[in-house]
């Protein structure tokens, strides 16, 4: 091998004295300077210097202790390592110095110092020729035993680690492709050692010395390594730790680079995520940033901020089901089964789910609807999505939005910020793993608004179908496609709801049930949960009919059925006291306690414990008593309607239809009205509106009392109930009048009559809004005859047929209508006029 033809360092070096270790040929290692002379070499040569000559300065163990380092030079070593400074970083916390990432290329002897200040500067003889490393040649004879020994040595050592460790993986495939002359340097600098016998390592000039003196350095590590997996059970994560690795190394000809354990792994797992990105089927635009972003993230130091930003971005794009969607299940028939299975009534929502699932065997591309389920709580709108989905066969996610009220929990944040994150919709797909779900927005209507934005408006996106087949997250910054997803909102009322959000849905209403209705989900769903939850069966507890509506009537008064289930269930957890004291005293006794039963039934006549109970336990009106307490609920329709100035409205709020009282009553004064009860804007336009159509029609109807202005002389106080309660609207109209017309004539309203609808200054009755919910309310309250605005005639047929059944209605167009239906034989008149036509 002619030196002639090999590499070369350069014959003189300027030395660079370290106190953190030994450099060997092979390895890379990391040197911090801060002394004069270091420093000096660094700002002079490396920073300065231009050429790639320039970069290779010798490296020569300082055994001085570095805390009693002076200017004056200290005994040098013979031999050192020239290195290639690949890296120089500069800081000035604590003190200035610099940080060099060296790797060591060959061996030198020192032959003469030609400079000491301002840095060393030397006459260097190279040692090991370069190369010897990239020839091959086999050694004979001894040299050849001893390298195939410290190669087994080493297989061994390897193999003692975890192989799916990706640097240990990629140490043994370096074993098989490095060269046997180059593995003393490499495994020294790798494994434990101390840094005299490293020096002895680098001393060892000659090959065979250099195989004797790190093969003994093996073996110990090896033997430490099975007294290791004797002593302890060691966890995977701890395998890779047992080698100190520090740094890999680079072969002048022959790249060799072992980084740090995390550098190394995370190299592999760049190769995984590589092919994860190629595997998860994105459109091409998405696939073309997940590549962009993977090149950058090779690219990108581990310490870097950003390389973490990346990689969880490289992985949530890689999570997301970008073309993986469930089948369908598109039977219509076992579809009306299972829909009638869960939920008794609601057939308006029902007959849409199976409109859809018809589509859908029709035209197999069809978008998801975005659907919205408006009614009063506790009616069932969030487990009828649920229904939904397990009718369909597809992926269910619930997305609560009460009280969100920042953009970025639908839209997601930029990735510039610290802690940045997808939104909702993009980590409910994730979760999901598929690209249909159902997903159910709860509570769409309690949406907030605040500096971070409006929610309602970043939903626009979301809930458009000629959008969201390119909705576009903050955080991915890619396009997604939302077309598939069948969306269905719940909410309270429309009232608080956005009208351009409003808009981009399909409404359906979900009334609140019939009394009939909520006897029949009670024995079919809530009585049978609650007996499963509270351990019982049918045969210890039986809930009769009668006994359900007496709690329907006398201890909820709802839309819903929530209050009911909870009262269900202070029933099961009553009865499961009286079961379990059963069990406890009839128990079987052994023996042994059969000789103290006589004293055990007088001690239980006295403390009062009675026999096990008759199974099964039937609840009477009496029980219900006992453990409800007394109705919270009275029938007091009747008894406060025993004076002029009172009548029945009909209201509606969220939690379904109320009926509402409203009292008047007058006194000497200046012809003022009061209002109380905390009314809006609207309702007190309305009574307004009604006593001036009571004072231009008071000659007509009779209600003078001798002069031409009823409220000359009087002041009119107007009141509803429950103060508390906040009212508004203009469906009370019609109640104001029919309260001051009872008021001013001395007549009784009918205790069996609700009323509801607008008025105008002419006395016209206009139509109004949420008649179902009102009239279900009146029917709960037992009232007989209920007074609507003609135009609301159509509405009734959302009315269940036994509920019109047992209601007299009145459509009124005009207010002479209203009043001949309020008041046992009309109410008289004294001239008659042409009738006023509503021609709205």
Same mark, same amino acid.
């Given at each position: 091998?002619?030196?002639?033809?090999?590499?070369?360092?350069?014959?003189?070096?300027?030395?660079?004295?370290?106190?953190?270790?030994?450099?060997?040929?092979?390895?890379?290692?990391?040197?911090?300077?801060?002394?004069?002379?270091? $420093?000096?070499?660094?700002?002079?040569?490396?920073?300065?210097?231009?050429?790639?000559?320039?970069?290779?300065?010798?490296?020569?163990?300082?055994?001085?202790?570095?805390?009693?380092?002076?200017?004056?030079?200290?005994?040098?070593?013979?031999?050192?390592?020239?290195?290639?400074?690949?890296?120089?970083?500069?800081?000035?916390?604590?003190?200035?110095?610099?940080?060099?990432?060296?790797?060591?290329?060959?061996?030198?002897?020192?032959?003469?110092?030609?400079?000491?200040?301002?840095?060393?500067?030397?006459?260097?003889?190279?040692?090991?020729?370069?190369?010897?490393?990239?020839?091959?040649?086999?050694?004979?004879?001894?040299?050849?035993?001893?390298?195939?020994?410290?190669?087994?040595?080493?297989?061994?050592?390897?193999?003692?680690?975890?192989?799916?460790?990706?640097?240990?993986?990629?140490?043994?495939?370096?074993?098989?492709?490095?060269?046997?002359?180059?593995?003393?340097?490499?495994?020294?600098?790798? /494994?434990?050692?101390?840094?005299?016998?490293?020096?002895?390592?680098?001393?060892?000039?000659?090959?065979?010395?250099?195989?004797?003196?790190?093969?003994?350095?093996?073996?110990?590590?090896?033997? @430490?390594?099975?007294?290791?997996?004797?002593?302890?059970?060691?966890?995977?994560?701890?395998?890779?730790?047992?080698?100190?690795?520090?740094?890999?190394?680079?072969?002048? @000809?022959?790249?060799?680079?072992?980084?740090?354990?995390?550098?190394?792994?995370?190299?592999?797992?760049?190769?995984?995520?590589?092919?994860?990105?190629?595997?998860?089927?994105?459109?091409?635009?998405?696939?073309?940033?997940?590549?962009?972003?993977?090149?950058?993230?090779?690219?990108?130091?581990?310490?870097?901020?950003?390389?973490?930003?990346?990689?969880?971005?490289?992985?949530?794009?890689?999570?997301?089901?970008w073309s993986k969607s469930s089948k369908d299940c598109?039977?219509?028939?076992?579809?009306?089964?299972?829909?009638?299975?869960?939920?008794?009534?609601?057939?308006?929502?029902?007959?849409?789910?199976?409109?859809?699932?018809?589509?859908?065997?029709?035209?197999?591309?069809?978008?998801?609807?975005?659907?919205?389920?408006?009614?009063?709580?506790?009616?069932?709108?969030?487990?009828?999505?649920?229904?939904?989905?397990?009718?369909?066969?597809?992926?269910?996610?619930?997305?609560?939005?009460?009280?969100?009220?920042?953009?970025?929990? /639908?839209?997601?944040?930029?990735?510039?910020?610290?802690?940045?994150?997808?939104?909702?919709?993009?980590?409910?797909?994730?979760?999901?793993?598929?690209?249909?779900?159902?997903?159910?927005?709860?509570?769409?209507?309690?949406l907030g608004k605040s500096l971070q934005g409006d929610?309602?408006?970043?939903?626009?996106?979301?809930?458009?179908?000629?959008?969201?087949?390119?909705?576009?997250?903050?955080?991915?910054?890619?396009?997604?496609?939302?077309?598939?997803?069948?969306?269905?909102?719940?909410?309270?009322?429309?009232?608080?709801?956005?009208?351009?959000?409003?808009?981009?849905?399909?409404?359906?209403?979900?009334?609140?049930?019939?009394?009939?209705?909520?006897?029949? /989900?009670?024995?079919?769903?809530?009585?049978?949960?609650?007996?499963?939850?509270?351990?019982?069966?049918?045969?210890?507890?039986?809930?009769?009919?009668?006994?359900?509506?007496?709690? /329907?009537?006398?201890?909820?008064?709802?839309?819903?059925?929530?209050?009911?289930?909870?009262?269900?269930?202070?029933?099961?957890?009553?009865?499961?006291?009286?079961?379990?004291?059963?069990?406890?005293?009839?128990?079987?006794?052994?023996?042994?306690?059969?000789?103290?039963?006589?004293?055990?039934?007088?001690?239980?006549?006295?403390?009062?414990?009675?026999?096990?109970?008759?199974?099964?336990?039937?609840?009477?009106?009496?029980?219900?008593?006992?453990?409800?307490?007394?109705?919270?609920?009275?029938?007091?329709?009747?008894?406060?309607?025993?004076?002029?100035?009172?009548?029945?409205?009909?209201?509606?709020?969220?939690?379904?239809?109320?009926?509402?009282?409203?009292?008047?009553?007058?006194?000497?004064?200046?012809?003022?009205?009061?209002?109380?009860?905390?009314?809006?804007?609207?309702?007190?336009?309305?009574?307004?509106?009604?006593?001036?159509?009571?004072?231009?029609?008071?000659?007509?109807?009779?209600?003078?009392?001798?002069?031409?202005?009823?409220?000359?002389?009087?002041?009119?106080?107007?009141?509803?109930?429950?103060?508390?309660?906040?009212?508004?609207?203009?469906?009370?109209?019609?109640?104001?009048?029919?309260?001051?017309?009872?008021?001013?004539?001395?007549?009784?309203?009918?205790?069996?009559?609700? $009323?509801?609808?607008?008025?105008?200054?002419?006395?016209?009755?206009?139509?109004? @809004?949420?008649?179902?919910?009102?009239?279900?309310?009146?029917?709960?309250?037992?009232?007989?005859?209920?007074?609507?605005?003609?135009?609301?005639?159509?509405?009734?047929?959302?009315?269940?047929?036994?509920?019109?059944?047992?209601?007299?209605?009145?459509?009124?167009?005009?207010?002479?209508?209203?009043?001949?239906?309020?008041?046992?034989?009309?109410?008289?008149?004294?001239?008659?006029?042409?009738?006023?036509?509503?021609?709205?």
């Amino acid at each position: 091998m002619s030196s002639n033809s090999g590499i070369q360092i350069p014959s003189r070096l300027p030395l660079l004295c370290t106190h953190d270790g030994v450099l060997l040929p092979g390895s890379t290692m990391r040197i911090s300077v801060d002394t004069a002379r270091n $420093m000096q070499l660094v700002k002079s040569r490396l920073l300065k210097g231009t050429s790639l000559k320039s970069t290779i300065i010798g490296v020569i163990p300082n055994t001085r202790d570095p805390e009693h380092d002076s200017d004056e030079l200290p005994s040098l070593h013979s031999i050192g390592t020239a290195g290639l400074a690949v890296q120089v970083v500069g800081s000035n916390w604590p003190k200035p110095h610099y940080t060099l990432l060296i790797t060591g290329l060959c061996r030198f002897r020192m032959t003469k110092l030609l400079r000491e200040k301002p840095f060393l500067v030397a006459e260097v003889e190279q040692l090991d020729k370069l190369e010897q490393y990239t020839e091959g040649d086999q050694a004979d004879g001894e040299l050849g035993e001893l390298s195939q020994r410290f190669y087994q040595a080493a297989v061994q050592l390897v193999g003692m680690l975890d192989m799916s460790v990706p640097v240990v993986a990629k140490l043994r495939r370096l074993l098989d492709s490095l060269p046997k002359e180059t593995l003393p340097d490499v495994l020294a600098s790798m /494994i434990r050692t101390s840094n005299k016998e490293k020096l002895q390592v680098l001393d060892a000039v000659d090959l065979e010395e250099r195989f004797k003196k790190a093969l003994p350095l093996l073996t110990r590590q090896i033997e @430490g390594l099975k007294l290791l997996q004797k002593t302890r059970k060691l966890r995977p994560d701890d395998d890779k730790r047992v080698l100190a690795i520090r740094k890999g190394g680079v072969f002048p @000809g022959r790249q060799f680079s072992l980084d740090e354990e995390g550098e190394d792994e995370d190299g592999d797992d760049t190769a995984v995520l590589e092919k994860k990105v190629k595997a998860a089927a994105m459109p091409e635009a998405a696939l073309r940033v997940c590549l962009k972003e993977l090149k950058r993230l090779k690219k990108m130091p581990e310490s870097m901020p950003e390389y973490a930003l990346t990689r969880n971005y490289l992985e949530m794009m890689v999570e997301l089901p970008w073309s993986k969607s469930s089948k369908d299940c598109l039977d219509i028939r076992a579809a009306r089964v299972l829909l009638d299975n869960d939920h008794y009534a609601m057939e308006k929502l029902k007959r849409r789910v199976l409109e859809y699932l018809a589509v859908r065997q029709l035209k197999s591309t069809l978008k998801g609807p975005i659907l919205c389920f408006v009614g009063p709580p506790g009616v069932g709108k969030t487990s009828v999505g649920r229904s939904i989905a397990r009718t369909l066969g597809r992926e269910f996610h619930r997305i609560a939005l009460g009280g969100v009220c920042d953009q970025s929990d /639908i839209r997601g944040h930029r990735r510039t910020y610290v802690g940045s994150m997808p939104g909702r919709i993009i980590n409910g797909l994730k979760t999901v793993g598929v690209n249909n779900p159902v997903f159910l927005l709860d509570e769409v209507d309690k949406l907030g608004k605040s500096l971070q934005g409006d929610p309602a408006a970043a939903l626009l996106e979301v809930l458009d179908p000629e959008q969201n087949h390119s909705f576009t997250d903050h955080y991915l910054n890619v396009p997604f496609d939302l077309s598939q997803v069948l969306f269905i909102a719940t909410a309270n009322t429309t009232a608080t709801i956005p009208p351009a959000l409003l808009d981009r849905m399909e409404v359906l209403q979900v009334p609140g049930y019939t009394q009939e209705e909520k006897v029949e /989900i009670a024995h079919r769903h809530l009585i049978p949960h609650q007996l499963e939850q509270h351990g019982l069966t049918p045969q210890q507890l039986q809930i009769p009919q009668d006994t359900t509506k007496d709690i /329907i009537s006398k201890y909820t008064r709802e839309a819903g059925v929530r209050s009911l289930e909870r009262k269900i269930g202070a029933i099961c957890r009553a009865v499961a006291v009286k079961v379990a004291e059963g069990h406890k005293v009839s128990r079987a006794e052994s023996p042994a306690e059969q000789h103290a039963e006589q004293n055990t039934e007088n001690k239980e006549e006295g403390s009062g414990i009675t026999a096990p109970p008759e199974m099964p336990i039937v609840i009477d009106p009496i029980a219900l008593k006992d453990i409800l307490g007394p109705p919270v609920f009275e029938m007091e329709v009747s008894e406060r309607l025993t004076l002029p100035g009172v009548a029945i409205g009909l209201a509606w709020t969220p939690m379904g239809g109320e009926i509402m009282f409203v009292e008047a009553s007058r006194m000497e004064g200046e012809g003022q009205l009061t209002l109380t009860g905390q009314l809006g804007d609207v309702m007190k336009e309305s009574a307004h509106l009604a006593i001036s159509w009571l004072r231009s029609n008071a000659k007509t109807y009779l209600l003078t009392n001798g002069s031409a202005d009823p409220l000359e002389g009087t002041d009119i106080h107007l009141h509803f109930p429950a103060g508390a309660v906040t009212k508004d609207g203009p469906s009370a109209g019609v109640t104001i009048v029919t309260c001051l017309a009872s008021l001013l004539s001395g007549r009784l309203v009918r205790s069996d009559v609700a $009323m509801t609808g607008e008025i105008t200054l002419r006395g016209l009755v206009l139509p109004v @809004g949420g008649i179902k919910d009102k009239v279900l309310a009146a029917h709960r309250a037992s009232l007989k005859r209920v007074i609507i605005p003609k135009r609301n005639e159509k509405d009734l047929e959302e009315i269940p047929p036994h509920v019109r059944a047992d209601l007299d209605f009145v459509f009124a167009s005009t207010l002479d209508e209203v009043l001949n239906a309020a008041f046992d034989g009309g109410f008289p008149m004294a001239v008659s006029h042409p009738q006023v036509v509503s021609k709205l």
